[in-house]
């Protein structure tokens, strides 16, 4: 009996042992899960996040070459592993800049103190819909070239960068005098975030699609452009033919008219109203969980 009982203490002792646990311990794991939250926060608001998913089907093929003994493919995994850890550091390297310069702002410890805040900003309102609207309406009758991009789950701060703040109310007479021929702001995009006209005169990435119609120009590839690299959703009015296009996804809608361009908004608030909704319902969720838990020890 006395060996039986020696060898249990020896396997719940050697499997089952509680390490030492130390209040050094507990700061770690909370600085470790505070900084995983933001790197993932920080991949799915730029455009790292699609590069991840790519990264994450390549990690799962690895993977089943290796269980199912796939010789060729992990010799090729092998010999390319330590020149794609070089490819990952050069493929990020503008996120990377990015997040070093982020790091470097004096505002970056309130940020991390911030978790679980909105994410997603103010969605665009049905007035600022027929604002938009009604200025690319007025603008596209006098052929006045406008490239407008309105910002939506993905982080377009540094397209913003480029252009001239300015965090002013949506108002038709204000787009369309900033895109008044002549003036200052007129040239580059106009980047609409948070309900808010945030800058003008940006620039932005110009698209390499090879199916774009040679009879379009820079503010049309442009437009192309932002929307295949964010999730963003972008007004054309072109200064030759008064024609207008919305751009999103990386498609091109073409001599879209005032319903089709109302159409495009608000299927672009719905969205990013669904998604606060569910960021809001599952917040409420944990919340009526715990109090119910709470509730149920204070009964008992």
């Known amino acids: 009996m006395s060996t039986f009982t020696h060898y249990v203490d020896r396997f719940f002792g050697k499997y089952f ?49 290796v269980l199912f003994n796939l010789s060729t493919i992990v010799w090729l995994i092998n010999k390319t592993l330590s020149a794609g850890i070089i490819a990952l550091v050069i493929i990020f390297q503008p996120e ?8 470097g702002k004096k505002n970056v410890l309130f940020k991390v103190l911030k978790i679980g805040g909105n994410m997603l900003g ?7 819909i027929e604002e938009i609207t009604r ?11 406008a490239l407008i991009v309105i910002s939506q789950e993905n ?10 703040r300015l965090d002013a109310n949506i108002t038709s007479q204000l787009l369309i005098n900033i895109f008044e021929k002549n003036t200052p702001l007129h040239d580059g995009a106009l980047i609409i975030r948070d309900n808010r006209i945030v800058a003008a005169t940006c620039y932005l990435p110009l698209s390499e699609s090879i199916s774009l119609s040679k009879d379009l120009g820079t503010r049309h590839r442009a437009g ?12 054309i009015v072109s ?3 008064g024609s207008i296009s919305v ?22 608030q719905g969205d990013a109203e669904e998604k606060k909704s569910k960021k809001f319902w599952k917040g409420r969720e944990r919340s009526e969980e715990s109090n119910s838990e709470a509730e149920i020890r204070a009964d008992k």
């Open 135 to 145: 200025a690319t309406l007025e603008m596209a009758k006098a052929k006045t070239g």
């Open 239 to 241: 200064e030759e033919t």
């Open 17 to 65: 042992s509680i390490p030492n646990f130390y209040f050094t311990d507990i700061v770690e794991i909370v600085l470790i899960a505070i900084l995983l939250y933001y790197v993932i926060l920080w991949f799915r608001r730029s455009r790292a996040w699609a590069l991840l998913k790519g990264i994450a089907v390549l990690v799962v093929i690895m993977v089943l070459a």
């Open 96 to 103: 990377l800049r990015r997040a070093l310069e982020e790091l």
């Open 155 to 164: 982080d377009l701060q540094q397209y913003i960068e480029t252009g001239i």
């Open 224 to 235: 192309l452009g932002i929307s295949e690299v964010t999730d963003s959703i972008v007004i």
């Open 247 to 268: 751009a999103k996804e990386g498609k091109l809608i073409r001599y879209a008219d005032a319903a089709i361009l109302k159409s495009e908004l608000h299927k672009a």
């Open 122 to 128: 103010d969605t665009f309102d049905d007035k600022s």
